[in-house]
């Protein structure tokens, strides 16, 4: 049979390590990866590459492992403007006293699209292509991102009581349905319905929601048991835990993204688990205002698919999700009380994949695969702190920081090369963040920030 000729294609990638993050797939060494058309091809042992594609450009990286981009699958990217605002406080007094006050007075679509492009622009450097974003303002962040060669799940702001985006939860749910129009078919953006959480969502509310959804399709993305406090109160008012409650709504499922979940009895893990509902775990956010503890082991045994969000860096306090992963696993183990719980991989599965599989596209990211998005982060290993590498996978997780991460694409377009971003004005940046934070200053408060 006659030979095929090798492809044509816009960059080969040589790399020392590969980690595909494909169920299975063992880590790769001296292997090669290419894209065309923002889309992989490969993965091959490197001799063996150019059989196969002819490319353009070749980019060799000895020192280096490549992994999918980060997945982070909770975040409140505006309120990147609001980090170290309201510090050591517990949830419900950050919230009640510091920050939806904040919000009253400070928030408008310029806040939040400068917030949103502070947040991308940590995220990008620190190897995320791909976030979940639920703020107010969706619209403004929107704009942003038709801009940006990010990938994101929008979650819409849905909440009882007037916010500055709806006067109401039904509200909410029209502006929802009028935004869903104009990102129905767009390839980076997808929308999803953002409930604040059970304690801010009646049961009127949740019907209504339960009905749009049914209609529109969409995922949702709920803050649900993150602390303590959230259950009492739950079974105080309503007889029943909110997860149960959530559930009997008829809300649950494989569209159902539940963020945080330190609350976990043996009734919560069967609906978690017979619902196919997914969790989104925030160790460092959780630690930080006292929430709680993910039992990120417990769930994973019993077949939940769980994922890993940094939450805001009002409340985190960076987007950092390398130190994210670090953190999730430490924790594992130590919430547990067993040193092989969520191992190296399985950490970065959380990253990646897993997060890609809750927010409803793990049929195109979360893998470096034959046809999958070209979504792909390189970085250095050959550093004081991760030398000597034994284990790439351990490396990464354990010992390595985001600094490292020293290029991104996403659909194959270059956003970070050698450590530097690219297409982004860091100094405009600066000064439109600069003067945002002398606004806050200028009207906080006794007892806000100043």
Known sequence: MPSIAPREVELLIEARWILPMSEGLPL???????????????????????????????????????????????????????????????????????????????????????????????????????????????????????????????????????????????????????????????????????????????????????????????????????????????????????????????????????????????????????????????????????SGFCPVARLQEAGVNVALGTDGAASNNDLDMFDELKSAALLAKGVSGDAAALPAMAALAMATRNGACALGMGDRIGQLREGFAADLIAVDLQAINTLPVYNPASSIVYAMNSRQVSHVWVGGQRRVTNGELVDIDMDQLTHRVLGHQQAMVNTSQPGEAS
Request: glycine share 6%; aromatic share 6%.
């Open 28 to 290: 790769l060494e001296e292997h090669a990866i290419a894209f065309e058309d923002g889309r992989l091809q490969g993965p091959w042992p490197t001799g063996e590459a150019r059989r196969h594609v002819t490319p353009k450009q070749t980019l060799r990286l000895e020192r280096h492992a490549l992994l999918p981009g980060l997945v982070n699958a909770h975040n409140h990217a505006g309120m990147s403007l609001m980090r170290g605002y309201a510090d050591d406080l517990p949830l419900m007094t950050w919230l009640n006293e510091h920050i939806w006050p904040a919000e009253a007075k400070h928030i408008s679509p310029d806040f939040v699209a400068d917030g949103t492009r502070l947040a991308m622009a940590e995220m990008l450097r620190s190897g995320t292509t791909t976030f979940a974003d639920m703020y107010l303002a969706p619209e403004a962040v929107g704009e942003i991102l038709e801009q940006a060669a990010m990938r994101v799940q929008l979650c819409t702001p849905l909440i009882d009581f007037p916010t500055p985006w709806a006067r109401d939860f039904r509200t909410g749910l029209e502006l929802t349905e009028a935004l869903l129009e104009r990102y129905r078919h767009h390839s980076t953006i997808t929308l999803a319905l953002g409930p604040h959480a059970p304690y801010t969502v009646g049961d009127d509310s949740l019907q209504q929601l339960r009905k749009v959804r049914e209609r529109l399709g969409l995922s949702i993305q709920m803050h649900v048991h993150e602390t303590a406090d959230e259950v009492e109160q739950s079974l105080g008012q309503y007889g029943k835990r909110p997860l149960r409650r959530l559930f009997e709504a008829g809300l649950l499922g494989p569209h159902f993204q539940a963020v945080h979940m330190t609350q976990v009895d043996d009734d919560d893990l069967a609906i978690l688990r017979e619902s196919g509902t997914h969790v989104i775990h925030c160790p460092q956010s959780n630690l930080k205002l006292a």
